[in-house]
């Protein structure tokens, strides 16, 4: 059937997206067993509206934005990293360095206007992991006197709004369809896990399309510059220097790789010191040989260790499925990419080489691979964005378990796709357009 322009049917459609959106967010935690089911609905009328309704480029802009919105004002349902956030921003600017100690040893020296915030944090004993542009924006806040936690919260949505708006902006720019851009701009997982639960992953795709543009434009040192904030923003870029290298040239390249550290240098020097160095190191070896969610190889790796050890291999396999994603993500680029590959298509399966071999998967982690998906026309990522809100399963009052089932199909589903669209290049959303 064609598509139809806006009308009665697209107001049901766009209502059956934010009714449930809105109920996660202001009526459910991320342990109510109908989280998932009701994820499910604002899902499915998701992709009625990706396949049967056109929108130009001003009224896709404005449901976004306004989709946004009505999740302003509500505390995070889904996570609760962002207290440690706004922890990290009051820290800075009480002139301590976030890398310098873990909230635990901190919080006996600190003022009683400390302690609310401190109870709600869920990474007490760990050093901080997040890179310096990210807490720039953490201060922002704090430098100007908010102290309620809720308006905290709220000044750094609006922050990640911005970011959000430059990101659908940039993604419209570089296609030029409509609908590709529908496929990231009303996602639920993206809209719910960035505005409402405050990641920001936003920023850094707002970072990478703007490299990716200045890199198109042949304006090398732009791109760059733009790279190196996103890496700033979280370390994720760092993997895609290897496809620099075959998409520059060796010498471009190189004089990019100069000018990155050099940004990367300068905007961490309020911070520099050792502290850098062993706070975040700290935080991300915790993170690559403790923290365990919604894995790929791993739980298959962890299942085999388990059976030929008797425990979790974790602080051994995590490290090795990183060197092994690397080796892969470097062979991608030297042996595959060339100055004729597509960025979007280089990323995309940079991405997702990066995820299968994670040690963790949160859901938010996959936006970059489905906003990067919007210029290829594969549909594994979109599918993924379904199910990954499984893994949300595995909450109760109890804790967490693996919900190691509904992972498997999860996973099954989404590399089966993958292997199909990508071996016989066969793109399931060609007529997205």
Same mark, same amino acid.
């Given at each position: 059937m064609p598509k139809k322009p806006l009308g009665l049917k697209t107001a049901w459609l766009i209502l059956g997206l934010l009714i449930p959106m809105l109920c996660i967010q202001y009526g459910m935690i991320r342990s109510s067993v109908w989280l998932v089911p009701v994820y499910g609905i604002a899902f499915l009328s998701y992709l009625f509206i990706v396949f049967k309704v056109e929108f130009s480029f001003k009224q896709l802009m404005v449901i976004a934005v306004l989709l946004r919105l009505t999740l302003f004002f509500g505390s995070p349902s889904l996570s609760d990293d962002c207290f440690r956030f706004i922890?990290?921003?009051?820290?800075?600017? =009480?002139?301590?360095?976030?890398? +310098?100690?873990?909230?635990?040893a901190l919080i006996d020296g600190l003022p009683g206007q400390y302690q609310s915030l401190y109870e709600k944090l869920n990474s007490q004993a760990y050093h901080s992991t997040y890179p310096p542009f990210?807490? %720039?924006? *953490?201060?922002?806040?704090?430098?100007?006197?908010?102290? =309620?936690?809720f308006w905290s919260m709220t000044m750094i949505r609006l922050i990640l709004l911005l970011f959000e708006i430059g990101a659908i902006?940039?993604? *419209?720019?570089?296609?030029?369809?409509?609908?590709?851009?529908?496929?990231?701009?009303?996602?639920?997982?993206?809209?719910l896990e960035l505005t409402a639960n405050l990641h920001f992953e936003g920023v850094v795709i707002f970072f990478m399309l703007l490299a990716w543009w200045f890199y198109e434009q042949k304006k090398w040192i732009g791109g760059s510059i733009a790279l190196s904030l996103g890496v700033l923003t979280k370390l994720t870029p760092l993997m895609f220097l290897p496809v620099l290298f075959k998409k520059l040239g060796w010498r471009k390249s190189l004089l990019s790789y100069f000018l990155l550290g050099f940004v990367l240098l300068f905007f961490s020097m309020p911070f520099l010191s050792l502290e850098i160095v062993d706070g975040l190191g700290n935080g991300l070896?915790? *993170?690559?040989?403790?923290?365990?969610?919604?894995?790929g190889f791993f739980f298959l790796v962890r299942e085999i260790g388990f059976w030929m050890k008797g425990y979790d291999v974790v602080q051994t396999a995590g490290p090795w499925l990183s060197v092994i994603a690397l080796v892969?993500?470097?062979? %991608?680029?030297?042996?595959?990419?060339?100055?004729?590959? =597509?960025?979007?298509?280089?990323?995309?399966?940079? #991405?997702?080489? +990066?995820?299968l071999f994670a040690t963790t998967v949160h859901p938010w982690y996959i936006i970059p691979l489905l906003a990067f998906s919007c210029f290829t026309k594969?549909?594994?990522?979109?599918?993924?964005?379904?199910?990954?809100?499984?893994? %949300? #399963?595995?909450?109760? =009052?109890?804790?967490? +378990?693996?919900?190691?089932?509904?992972?498997? *199909?999860? %996973?099954?589903?989404?590399?089966?796709?993958?292997?199909?669209?990508?071996?016989?290049?066969?793109?399931?959303l060609k007529n997205v357009e």
């Open positions: 922890w990290d921003g009051r820290i800075w600017t =009480d002139n301590m360095s976030p890398y +310098q100690a873990t909230p635990e990210s807490q %720039y924006v *953490f201060s922002i806040p704090a430098l100007f006197g908010v102290k =309620d936690i902006y940039l993604l *419209f720019h570089l296609t030029k369809h409509v609908a590709r851009v529908l496929v990231y701009a009303l996602n639920p997982l993206v809209i070896d915790l *993170f690559f040989r403790k923290f365990e969610f919604n894995a892969l993500i470097v062979g %991608y680029s030297v042996f595959t990419v060339n100055k004729r590959t =597509d960025w979007a298509m280089a990323f995309t399966i940079v #991405l997702f080489i +990066q995820l594969l549909a594994f990522p979109l599918v993924w964005s379904g199910l990954i809100f499984l893994s %949300y #399963l595995g909450y109760s =009052d109890h804790g967490y +378990q693996h919900p190691m089932g509904w992972i498997t *199909f999860e %996973y099954v589903v989404v590399i089966g796709l993958a292997a199909f669209e990508l071996l016989k290049n066969k793109p399931l």
